[in-house]
Each structure stands twice: as structure tokens, then as C-alpha cells.
């Protein structure tokens, strides 16, 4: 069980979940590499990393929904958007362990002091 403040939780998590997450992290970054980039054989010495021509980074074919733009513009305008989300999320959730770490109360705690 995970309990107390948010600052303390990654400590309390089981190690079989971090094996896991690893093992699955590894393996969806190799299902990309081998989307994305093109093969270390085929590539010039002066080229490391080169992406394939059809790769738009981001896109590895996964979309259930059909909700990705046909318009190459705008999925690159989704793509900005998103980008800015992540970064403003990552901003938040720091901004929520500052505030754990100054006074020592939950995100929940707050709302009800």
C-alpha cells in the first residue's frame, strides 16, 4: 500500500513494478527505433541516426480511433499542442511536490484546510 505524501511514494512502490515497467519502456523504445530509423548497415558513417523518409517522429502507426489528422500541417500543429500540454503538465506536477515539500501536506489536504 502507498500512503502519505505524493514526494515519498516512488520509494513505497513493489520492485516487480519497476522491472515491468522497464521491460515494457524497452521494449516499445525498440518497436520505435525499428519504425523510425534506418537500419545501422544501410547508413552512411556520416550520417548516425538517419530517420526513414516516410518517419514523421511521433507517429508509429498507433491510432485506434482514427483521430489523426490526414493533413501533414495539421498533425504537426497536434503535435506542437501536445508538446506544450506535456510540458505545462510536468510543470504543474513539480509545482504540487514543491508545495508537499515546503509544508508536508497532500494535494488533497490543501482543499480542505
Known amino acids: 500500500s502507498v500512503t502519505g505524501p505524493a514526494i515519498g511514494h516512488l520509494a513505497q512502490v513493489p520492485n516487480l513494478f519497476w522491472i515491468l515497467l522497464v521491460t515494457l519502456i524497452g521494449a516499445s523504445e525498440q518497436r520505435r527505433a525499428e519504425i523510425g530509423w534506418v537500419e545501422p548497415k544501410d547508413v552512411p558513417f556520416d550520417k ?5 523518409d516516410a518517419y514523421i517522429p511521433g507517429d ?9 489528422p490526414t493533413d501533414p500541417e495539421e498533425f504537426f500543429l497536434l503535435q506542437t499542442k501536445e508538446l506544450q500540454n506535456g510540458r505545462l503538465a510536468m510543470l504543474a506536477a513539480a509545482g504540487f511536490l514543491a508545495q508537499e515539500l515546503v509544508d508536508g501536506k497532500g494535494i488533497i489536504e490543501h482543499f480542505s484546510s
Open 48 to 52: 548516425p541516426g538517419l530517420l526513414r
Open 60 to 68: 508509429i502507426g498507433f491510432d485506434p480511433l482514427g483521430l489523426k
